[in-house]
């Protein structure tokens, strides 16, 4: 079985992206065809990128870069759950994205996204990023409105309508991540 990371993209105090992300998570539980895995990027303490060589070398020197790449690793596909920051992805998430290469490459990714406008600007620039290494995207994404989602901009209030949406999520990310593992092996 095919496991999927969903990456909590924000690290701002009072994120909205934790709900966010359980929710995901909570709903993924409900799946018997694939392993989900709920990662924090606020738990690796990763600083700004401090690694000498370029990440696709793949020459670690610290302890943090080592650590986070060990589990990026274990995963077949991933699910980036990311607000929208400046019309794109917040600093900390780039940094965590930067730090690693070969451990996303030929794997297969989706994105849950919240923002004014549903974070549509955030997932158009983090398509052109997950490109960039080599990832397979997928055309199905979660767009929660701050507006209709959320109420007060901060308590997660999901509209019903965006279950089905999440349903098509999984379905297209784990059969490309199963897909993609086939092609790596
Ligand atoms: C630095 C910063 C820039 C932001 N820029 C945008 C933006 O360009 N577009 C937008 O829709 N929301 C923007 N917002 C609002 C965020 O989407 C909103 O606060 C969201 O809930 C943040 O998610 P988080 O709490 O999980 O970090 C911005 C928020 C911050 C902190």
Not at 2 to 24: D, Q, Y
Not at 43 to 50: G, K, Q, R, S, T
Not at 134 to 150: E, G, K, S
């Amino acid at each position: 079985m095919v496991k999927i990371a969903v990456i909590l993209g924000s690290t701002k105090p009072g994120r909205n992206g934790k709900a966010v992300a359980e929710w995901i998570y909570k709903l993924a539980e409900n799946r018997a065809d694939a392993k989900f895995e709920l990662v924090d990027i606020a738990d690796y303490n990763l600083p700004l990128y401090d690694e000498p060589y370029p990440a696709m070398m793949q020459k670690y020197t610290k302890e943090h870069t080592k650590k986070w790449s060990q589990k990026i690793d274990e995963f077949d596909g991933y699910i980036f759950v990311t607000p929208e920051y400046n019309h794109s992805i917040p600093g900390a998430l780039k940094n965590a994205i930067d730090f690693l290469n070969v451990e996303w490459k030929n794997k297969a990714v989706g994105f849950v996204s919240y923002g004014s406008v549903g974070g549509a600007r955030a997932v158009n620039h983090l398509r052109q990023i997950t490109g960039g290494l080599q990832m397979a995207d997928i055309r199905a994404q979660v767009m929660l409105n701050l507006f209709t989602d959320f109420v007060n901009m901060s308590e997660f209030n999901p509209d019903p309508r965006h279950n089905d949406e999440v349903s098509e999520l999984f379905n297209q990310l784990i059969s490309w991540s199963e897909a993609m593992k086939t092609m790596r092996e």
